[in-house]
């Protein structure tokens, strides 16, 4: 019973590996297979359907706050002779 066990195991492996590889074909290589894998019904929710976006907000008033400081800070170590 060992052995029919130990037989088992890797062909389950290898028939998921390929299935999986199946359905993560591109779609332009899948052009050979039967019509329920190149258009697979699998619903990808928002993480796994690709793409993301990432909006910044940057306040004109805080850039400008900021860019004086820095302004001033340089024009003290120039006249200090700091680097």
Same mark, same amino acid.
């Given at each position: ?18 299935? @999986? ?20 019904? %699998?619903?990808? +929710?928002?993480? @796994?359907? +690709? +793409?993301?976006? @990432?909006?910044?907000? %940057? ?17 003290? @170590?120039?006249?200090? +002779?700091?680097?």
């Amino acid at each position: 019973m060992a052995h029919k066990h130990s037989v088992a195991r890797p062909a389950i492996v290898v028939i998921v590996a390929a299935a @999986l590889l199946l359905v993560a074909l591109p779609d332009n290589a899948k052009q050979w297979a039967p019509e329920f894998l190149r258009k697979p019904s %699998i619903h990808l +929710g928002l993480d @796994l359907a +690709g +793409g993301t976006q @990432l909006d910044f907000r %940057i306040s004109e008033q805080e850039l400008e706050q900021q860019k004086a400081a820095i302004l001033l800070e340089i024009d003290t @170590l120039e006249r200090t +002779g700091e680097n």
